[in-house]
């Protein structure tokens, strides 16, 4: 089955404890993104990337980090996570050169930063 | 660069009427638009786009949206709702995917 898969699913932590969510994909896309979903605010894009070592920063880049060494995983890394990083956060890819692809999404994942 | 808004951050209709849920966008170049929708405690799910074409697109569970150029609108509609679709709506478009900051419909029995 087609998928984009993310774990943990839910996770609560303190300030300052470094964490990384990861995301794995198994349809072989070129393109995949990290975004965070607020109440009012939407969906907002941190980061993304074109293919194996290109990423590059979204919307709301600051505090977090991301690399991309194999096409499937895509992790998002959080140095520091601070409480204004509590969020629900999906990854997602699509074919790289197909920009009017359909976006596939992950599950999803909780953070609550204490 | 392209952005797209939603007026109203909630809709309530009553089961089986029609519903729409709004759309517009602002964009340079060619539009490429999508809808998604999320239900409680669950991930995004495409629902249809409009890249080129009939302005009228169809899509998943019997929902459809109608791409107007000159009113720069891109609008989600069912001829009948059901409580089922009750959820949270959401546009976008661009190569980026551009979100806007969602609809959450309510259909009421």
């Known amino acids: 089955e087609a998928q984009v898969t993310q774990n943990p699913r839910y996770l609560i932590t303190v300030t300052g404890k470094k964490l990384t969510v990861t995301c794995s994909q198994n349809m072989n896309h070129e393109y995949m993104s990290w975004y965070r979903q607020d109440p009012g605010l939407g969906l907002r894009q941190i980061y993304y990337?074109?293919?194996?070592?290109?990423?590059d920063k979204g919307d709301v880049p600051e505090g977090y980090k991301v690399s991309r060494k194999e096409k499937r995983n895509f992790p998002l890394i959080l140095e520091s996570p601070s409480p204004n990083q509590t969020s629900l956060y999906f990854c997602?890819?699509?074919?790289?050169?197909?920009?009017?692809?359909?976006?596939?999404f992950g599950p999803g994942t909780r953070l609550t930063v204490l | 660069a392209q952005s797209v808004a939603q007026p109203e951050d909630q809709v309530n209709v009553a089961e089986g009427n029609p519903l729409t849920v709004k759309c517009t966008y602002s964009v340079s170049g060619n539009p490429y638009l999508f809808w998604y929708v999320q239900y409680p405690n669950r991930g995004l799910q495409f629902l249809l786009k409009y890249i080129t074409g009939d302005n009228l697109v169809k899509g998943s569970y019997g929902f459809e949206a109608e791409f107007n150029k000159s009113q720069t609108s891109f609008h989600l509609k069912k001829p009948s709702a059901l409580v089922s679709d009750s959820a949270l709506y959401f546009c976008a478009g661009s190569y980026q995917l551009t979100f806007g900051k969602g609809t959450k419909l309510s259909v009421i029995p």
């Open positions: 997602a890819s699509r074919r790289q050169f197909y920009p009017t692809d359909t976006q596939y």
């Open positions: 990337s074109m293919n194996v070592e290109a990423t």
